[in-house]
């Protein structure tokens, strides 16, 4: 689907921030360096436009039953697995091999058709929307998408509701901080399969040694004026900025949004804040050319192996965070070998190998003990495995209504000029 075609329909903010996010934002970034998450929902309106009817169970409230088709589990042993690519750990010596995929086979019998085709979600949805808005399966069992999309799955009952009999080890094992999204309370239809983290970042060499710590002095220092950059991606960078101000990204409302709105706007006009950006930050600072700025946790692990100079903060008042999650899609025909699938994975050996080979967050308890004895420095990187106190300052940027969705991307448009 072409995107005019995905965006036909789209309020003109709304349209432009998902143009912005697939060009220069998450969405448009390598696997390796960052999770390519859009930040934006379209409403139902722009579903539409694609040729796709309103769901009927909307808010994620509705029994997706009426989607399940005959499950072929028993009698076909395999799965049909579609992720993003190099999201996977990998066999140094023969990248077609993928040890924790290997080891479910070995544990349970069941073949994993393991595919690396969701290149960014937007490009995924076109792709599989069809076969779900006419109720037919898509060939996947299960699939990995960024919060927003999967909360818009969920909404559209293109997600099929989890067996808890099935999944009993991912139910123990979850982290607190990751069972009620608002988008699917209680883990009904998703589980995590990684996580990012949104912290400040800056170049000891170009700030001369001075630590940079806060958002407020990102937006205020003197030392830092014209060397500062923040994201493009609306819920990052008014997410932190929110925090820093004493609100709660999952709580506020539209007046603490246009004061964080405010903030940044003045910030913008007295030229302390050079640019918004994707990840074409990670160059700037590296080099120097900027000193100080809002980051990606996946960009910061490579850049800091290359480049001794840059430092990370975990501001004191907190940091936003997103997941990528596994769903089974509608229609699926091996549900319950998906489901056993992603209960393999909520062990806490083999998130523990998951996890030292891509270098996200993981959502399972218990990954940094067995993480210490394949990949002590992963697991003593807090970008990979956060320290009980830094875990305790991750915010969620909650799901915002469709007239909030077109509101708030075209105050954030004119703030970065977009």
């Known amino acids: 689907m072409a995107f005019n075609e995905l965006t036909d329909g789209l309020s003109e903010p709304v349209r432009k921030a998902w143009e912005r996010s697939l060009t ?26 694609c ?30 697995f579609s992720n993003w690519p190099l999201y996977v750990d990998t066999d140094e010596n023969d990248k077609e091999k993928h040890g924790t995929l290997e080891a479910f086979t070995a544990a349970t019998g069941v073949k994993v058709r393991y595919t690396e085709d969701v290149n960014d979600n937007v490009e995924f949805f076109g792709k599989v929307k069809p076969q779900l808005a006419a109720g037919q399966d898509t060939g996947r069992d299960l699939m990995v998408l960024t919060d927003w ?39 009904l239809y998703s589980y995590p399969w990684a996580g990012i983290q949104v912290v400040i970042a800056y170049n000891r060499k170009a700030t001369k040694g001075k630590e940079v710590a806060s958002v407020a002095q990102l937006l205020e220092d003197p030392d830092l004026k014209g060397r500062v950059t923040f994201l493009s991606e609306m819920r990052d960078s008014i997410g932190i900025t929110l925090l820093d101000m004493g609100k709660d990204p999952a ?3 539209a007046d603490d949004y246009a ?10 006009d007295n030229k302390q804040i050079r640019r ?33 100079d840059i ?94 969705e077109s ?12």
């Open 407 to 418: 509101d708030f991307e075209e105050k954030f448009s004119k703030l970065i000029g977009a």
């Open 251 to 253: 709580k506020f409302t």
């Open 311 to 404: 430092e990370f903060v975990i501001p004191e008042k907190g940091f936003v965070t997103s997941t990528d999650n596994l769903l089974v899609p509608a229609r699926a025909q091996h549900k319950t070998n998906a489901e056993k699938l992603i209960d393999f994975y909520y062990r806490p050996k083999i998130a523990a190998q998951l996890t030292a080979g891509i270098g996200f967050v993981s959502a399972v308890t218990g990954v940094k003990e067995e993480l210490a004895s394949i990949a002590p420095d992963s697991a003593a990187n807090p970008l990979v495995v956060p320290t009980p106190e830094m875990a305790a300052k991750a915010h969620v940027f909650r799901t915002l209504t469709e007239t909030e």
């Open 51 to 80: 040729g796709i009817p309103p769901a009927g169970n909307t808010g994620g409230t509705g029994d997706s039953t009426a989607n399940a088709a005959k499950d072929l589990s028993d009698s076909e042993k395999e799965v049909n």
């Open 149 to 187: 999309m999967a909360a818009r799955m969920i909404r559209l009952g293109w997600a099929q509701k989890l067996d808890p009999a099935n999944v009993t080890t991912a139910i123990t094992n979850i982290e607190s901080r990751f069972r009620a999204p608002d988008w699917d309370p209680g883990r």
């Open 259 to 268: 004061a964080a709105v405010a903030r940044l706007q003045k910030a913008v």
């Open 24 to 49: 220069s934002g998450r969405a448009a970034l390598g696997r390796r360096a960052v999770l390519r998450a859009a930040a934006l929902t379209a409403g139902a309106a722009g579903l539409a436009a």
């Open 276 to 308: 918004f950006t994707g990840n074409d930050y990670g160059q700037e600072l590296s080099s120097g050319d900027i000193a100080a700025c809002v980051a990606w946790g996946g960009d910061l692990i490579q850049l800091r192996a290359d480049n001794p």
